[in-house]
């Protein structure tokens, strides 16, 4: 009766570990990264500030286009200057291959045009859509203020594939313009995006959308694992569609609500520097955005957050930390419904190699996002390396566990 009983259990978790569809991710370097190693970080900073630059290229786009309203990029999360994980899709038929950011602070997906102008598409993969036999041209323009830079393209629609799962009549964009350097230094082709409808640029239905509209997946959730990848063989992350993996996790899933259906947004209670309640001590919102590798906060709590860590401002607005005292820094606690979620130094701090010298940055960034609940804090890869993050559309909740990396199995 006993073996009866395992081989059932061993059957099911083997049925719904195949049911779920791995997107294999893949770790490089960030934009930032490569800018400070080439010397041009801090005059890309400098000229590169977001009002600024839509006012510089605000004239280069046609009267009424949309998303390109002065101002709007200090409302969006749009800046991948520090975004590391990617994956792989399929476009077309036959498939043409790109790599994207997989998204969970945006809701668009594109890749660049093969009419595209730009520098940046010039080195990047580029969709044709001569050459496939499944394009259904849109004709409709759309664009979208990046932090960084602005986007310019035309909608269309085709067939998709994201893992093992194909998505028939996908609506997605076409650059055909990149203005600035940011994406010229990506090692991404294109984003797709995660978030609501609600959060979309571009006409139509976002593609875990349409999956759940196609029936393409088993249940209305997908997760996120990001590895910390000591060694070649690591793997260095996944997206799984259709629910979780419980090999990935330990310990209990802690549920929140999503308390705005744009971005995935819930409710912080506070967060604490070496167990002392230092920051929305009345609770705040934040953001659970797999595209960006910081964690950010407003600027008055991030400077303090910064003093109280004893890091060092430099000229660009980054923050230097002593690597030899990494063991010893403060551990900064965030609390979500109830729970502690922990970071210590090691896990906060970024460190980069710069002319055969170690550098130690801290993983807290200022930025002032509003929102009619509040300023919000955004929890990215720095936060989502060490907790296993769950996306539940069916009950609109995000989901945090212990990530369960290489060194703890």
């Known amino acids: 009766m006993a073996r009866s009983v395992l081989l059932f259990a061993l059957l099911c978790w083997t049925w719904m570990t195949q049911a779920l569809v791995r997107v294999p991710l893949r770790k490089v370097r960030s934009i930032r990264s490569q800018m400070r190693a080439m010397g041009l970080l801090e005059e890309f900073l400098r000229d590169h500030r977001p009002d600024m630059f839509s006012r510089r290229y605000a004239m280069c786009f046609p009267q009424g286009t949309p998303s390109l309203r002065l101002g709007r990029s200090s409302e969006r999360l749009y800046n991948y200057m520090d975004a590391q994980y990617y994956g792989d899709i399929s476009i077309g038929t036959p498939e043409q291959n790109f ?28 969709f044709k859509a001569f050459a496939s036999s499944s394009f259904n041209h849109d004709g409709r323009m759309f664009g979208i203020n990046y932090g960084s830079g602005h986007l310019l393209g035309v909608m269309a629609r085709e067939t998709l594939k994201v893992g093992g799962v194909t998505v028939l009549n996908q609506e997605f964009g076409e650059s055909v313009y990149e203005p600035g350097s940011a994406f010229v230094l990506a090692q991404f082709d294109g984003v797709l995006g995660m978030g609501y409808p609600a959060l979309a640029e571009i006409l139509g239905n976002p593609v875990f959308d349409n999956m759940l509209t196609q029936k393409t997946v088993d249940q209305p959730i997908f997760s996120f694992f990001l590895s910390r990848k000591k060694s070649v063989a690591d793997s260095e992350g996944e997206l799984l569609l259709g629910g979780t993996d419980e090999t990935l996790y330990s310990g209990p899933i802690n549920w929140l609500p999503v308390t705005s259906k744009g971005y995935w947004q819930i409710k912080m ?35 303090n957050l910064h003093q109280l860590i004893g890091a060092t401002p430099t000229n660009i607005g980054e923050y230097l930390i002593d690597c030899a005292r990494l063991s010893s820094l403060p551990h900064v606690t965030f609390i979500l419904g109830g729970v502690e979620y922990t970071l210590t130094g090691q896990n906060y701090v970024r460190k ?10 801290s993983g807290f960034q200022a930025v002032e996002i509003m929102s009619p609940m509040g300023p919000l804090w955004i929890l990215g890869d720095v936060f989502l390396t060490e907790y296993y993050s769950i996306y539940d559309r069916g009950q609109d909740r995000v989901g945090f566990a212990h990530a369960r990396h290489q060194t703890e199995l």
């Open 99 to 126: 790599s994207v950011v997989l998204d969970t602070g945006s809701a668009d997906l594109w890749v660049p045009s093969s009419y595209c102008v730009s520098q940046a598409c010039a080195l990047h993969k580029r």
């Open 269 to 303: 209670d506070s967060v604490a520097v070496q167990g002392v309640s230092s920051f929305c001590p009345h609770g705040c919102q934040a953001i659970v955005d797999t595209g960006t590798s910081l964690i950010a906060g407003p600027t008055n709590d991030i400077l």
């Open 352 to 361: 980069e190699v710069l002319s055969d010298r170690e550098l130690c940055f």
